[in-house]
């Protein structure tokens, strides 16, 4: 069993915040009543009276409510990250988000998200080319990035660098913690990402050489990434991926091939789930508000599929097997 941090009363504003908000998380059969219905008038009708009504404005674009959505949670995650004692348990959730923004900053584009992790004055730097402001790891990948270590050397690729380094990111803010139980969800939740990773490289008939180079400084995770680089056969990776991520590999290697990377994230998703529930027995500390986003993304996910699946059309039987169990 994973210890729980002894209670931390510095988090009891936050943690009586997410004890009123689980009150209001959907259940299962919330999304199942979605999909049941035939007529767009009666899904509208569905969502009315939830918090979330307010994305429902009369001049709403429906085919970009997904992006509405998650602005709405967006401003939920960023209101408890304001009131939590340490912020590194709600940027596990944002940092996705954080590291696109980065990339863009360094291509020359703009922020698609809130800057949080690396504010607007960091990324306006980061576009004149000035990356001395990033927090690590982003400062020596992007340092490197722009000027090898070595003058013979090639400068990394962009994107394996950058999915990397939000990976070592991601243990970072978890270790920072000092929470057992997130750093377990966060070495999960990374594992299956380096699987996944190396998953898709191949379905592209990629060389996974740039990915192995950047995952190298993740330690056994490296050495992970490295073994599942060099088996031919892609049904020998569930005996090396781990007792708890094995099993969900196996699994999802027995679907029908379109469906096998999606069904692998699906499994993942609701073992993390699984995972962070046992922090509703924390009463004050950051695993609690870790149980609480981590069920906040599988109502993220359930919504924008059942919605935005209904609006376009898609066959019900595949959008109720997508959807997520939830603890609601």
């Not at 940092?95 to 863009?104: D, P, R, V």
């Amino acid at each position: 069993m994973i210890p729980l941090l002894a209670n931390q009363h510095d988090w009891g504003f936050v943690c009586g915040r997410v004890n009123i908000l689980e009150g209001q998380m959907l259940p299962q059969s919330f999304y199942m009543g979605l999909l049941a219905q035939e007529r767009w008038d009666d899904v509208l009708r569905q969502l009315q009276g939830l918090p979330l009504e307010s994305t429902l404005t009369p001049d709403l674009a429906w085919d970009n409510w997904a992006a509405t959505l998650e602005a709405y949670y967006m401003g939920m995650m960023l209101s408890l990250r304001a009131n939590c004692p340490d912020p590194a348990v709600v940027d596990l959730f944002l940092l996705q988000g954080q590291y696109f923004n980065l990339k863009e900053a360094v291509l020359g584009g703009t922020s698609e998200y809130p800057p949080v992790v690396f504010p607007e004055k960091v990324l306006k730097q980061v576009a004149e080319g000035d990356f001395s402001a990033l927090p690590e790891p982003a400062h020596g990948a992007l340092t490197r990035f722009r000027a090898p270590v070595k003058a013979q050397e090639q400068p990394p690729a962009l994107d394996p660098l950058l999915d990397a380094t939000y990976l070592r990111h991601m243990l970072a803010l978890a270790a920072a913690t000092e929470a057992p139980l997130i750093i377990a969800y966060t070495e999960r939740w990374v594992t299956s990402r380096v699987i996944i990773l190396l998953w898709r490289a191949r379905r592209m008939k990629l060389a996974p050489e740039a990915y192995l180079r950047e995952l190298r400084p993740l330690g056994k995770l490296g050495e992970l990434a490295h073994s599942l680089a060099g088996m031919a056969d892609l049904n020998e990776w569930p005996a090396v991926a781990g007792s708890a991520l094995g099993p969900l590999l196996d699994e999802a290697m027995q679907a029908a091939e379109l469906r096998q990377i999606p069904l692998f994230e699906q499994r993942v998703a609701e073992s993390l789930l699984h995972l962070a529930h046992r922090g509703r027995a924390q009463v004050f500390g950051p695993e609690r508000v870790l149980s609480f986003l981590a069920e906040v993304s599988h109502e993220l996910f359930n919504l924008k599929l059942a919605v935005t699946g209904r609006f376009k059309q898609l066959e019900i039987p595949a959008l109720r097997q997508e959807l997520r169990a939830t603890y609601a």
